[in-house]
């Protein structure tokens, strides 16, 4: 009996290679597309979207741009080690020409005929340029200039950028405030939570064929959470060595046991704060406090000096804004859709502007990144955001009074 035919399967469901179809679409990968499908119709600025090794960000692409208008024609440019002619030739072969040889005012006469040809017959041109963060700063300052090429009426190249995290401190750097200022969309694609990489799970299992949700134990998800982080091609990694542990056993379901065991064949340790570094499984008395109540993030709302709602969460990331998807929601004009973005780790939270039309405001400074201390207030608008770190209460509860001895009032969300 094979693999496949044991577990009730009719396709690998955890391959490491990008599949749209087996594309499981979360909250953050939703709002990624619907920035990439922006550009569509909005033809001026950059989008970016940044992401994790792993966390999803190639299959996101080829599902975005298999669903493309016949209207639309499209480049992608992944190899990214390039010179800024190599760079052009390789956009221009995408486009189907035989670019090389050529003087680099060639070729961007070439690319600038190109794109006036599509535009005047009615076509909207894309460049997608994956694995951005190897990208040099010349070849970056030559896609805002071509950026730049245009009608009378419109800019005609729309262009998505994407990469991995190092790729927004790129383009922060001093040296591409121009590129920077082109920006106008930004997402970070972050790992997966508890539910979701559940959900995950059992969503490429269903693709794969299998009929019903009882090929994990509800205590194998908790032990791939804590051993994949949450990051999506770890998760394919660890289910996929527990499904072939299983089945050298001749098991037909797996169990948490099975996911520790694909865990020691990998010689995986527990995955620390989803950012592809493992840590020994050894927590003082402390952290696993802070295991137990996982939420360490509270944030009070206000507005007019009155508390409207108490949210509190876990590590991980968290967007502030007027739109109904994000975690922390305020509906007013003065707080763009997608306005800020908050990161919880081990050592607080970071609060970061998401090129928000009215900005973020710490007292009277107005701030794009800032690590937040306990009881701080940020304004949006006319509303508030106070800060409070949950494991301040913590070390209050367990006798150590050096800290502020206010205990946070606590909603969970």
Request: aromatic fraction near 8%; glycine fraction near 6%; charge should be negative.
């Amino acid at each position: 009996m094979s693999y496949l035919s044991h577990f009730k399967l009719q396709e690998q469901p955890f391959r490491l290679t990008p599949d749209p179809d087996f594309l499981y679409w979360s909250k953050q990968h939703a709002r990624a597309k619907a920035y990439m499908e922006s550009t569509i119709w909005l033809a001026d600025g950059f989008v970016v979207i940044t992401g994790e090794i792993g966390s999803g960000k190639t299959t996101l692409l080829q599902s975005f741009l298999s669903e493309l208008a016949d209207d639309v024609v499209y480049a992608v440019v992944s190899q990214t080690q390039l010179t800024p002619t190599q760079f052009l030739q390789a956009v221009l072969a995408e486009f189907g020409f035989k670019p090389f040889k050529k003087l680099k005012v060639e070729l961007l006469d070439m690319l600038n005929m190109f794109l006036i040809e599509q535009y005047s017959n009615g076509k909207k041109v894309v460049l997608v340029v994956d694995e951005c963060q190897n990208l040099s700063r010349k070849v970056l300052e030559e896609i805002r200039l071509l950026s730049g090429i245009e009608t009378h009426k419109e800019k005609v190249l729309r262009i998505i950028l994407a990469g991995q995290p190092e790729l927004k401190e790129t383009l922060e750097s001093p040296a591409l405030k121009q590129l920077l200022q082109r920006v106008r969309l930004r997402f970070h694609i972050g790992p997966l939570n508890r539910r979701e990489s559940r959900e995950y799970v059992e969503h490429r299992l269903s693709i794969a064929g299998r009929e019903k949700n009882d090929l994990f134990a509800d205590d194998s998800f908790d032990v791939v959470y804590r051993y994949s982080g949450g990051v999506p091609r770890l998760i394919n990694t660890l289910c996929d060595t527990a499904l072939l542990c299983a089945f050298a056993d001749e098991k037909t379901s797996i169990d948490a046991a099975d996911v520790l065991t694909a865990a020691e064949e990998l010689n995986w340790e527990e995955h620390e704060n989803n950012t592809g570094v493992y840590r020994q499984p050894h927590r003082s008395s402390k952290d696993r406090r802070t295991e137990s109540n996982s939420h360490v993030t509270q944030i009070e709302i206000r507005s007019d000096g009155e508390i409207i709602d108490v949210l509190t969460f876990p590590l991980g990331r968290v967007i502030v804004g007027r739109s109904p998807d994000n975690e922390v929601y305020i509906k007013s004009k003065f707080v763009s859709r997608h306005h800020a973005q908050l990161l919880s780790d081990e050592n607080g939270c970071v609060i970061e502007d998401l090129n928000s039309t009215n900005g973020i405001f710490l007292g009277e400074k107005q701030v794009k990144k800032y690590r937040l201390r306990d009881g701080d207030i940020v304004s949006l608008g006319v509303h508030e955001l106070v800060y409070h770190d949950l494991r301040n209460a913590e070390d209050l509860d367990s006798g150590d009074t050096s800290r502020n001895n206010r205990k946070p009032l606590v909603k969970e969300q």
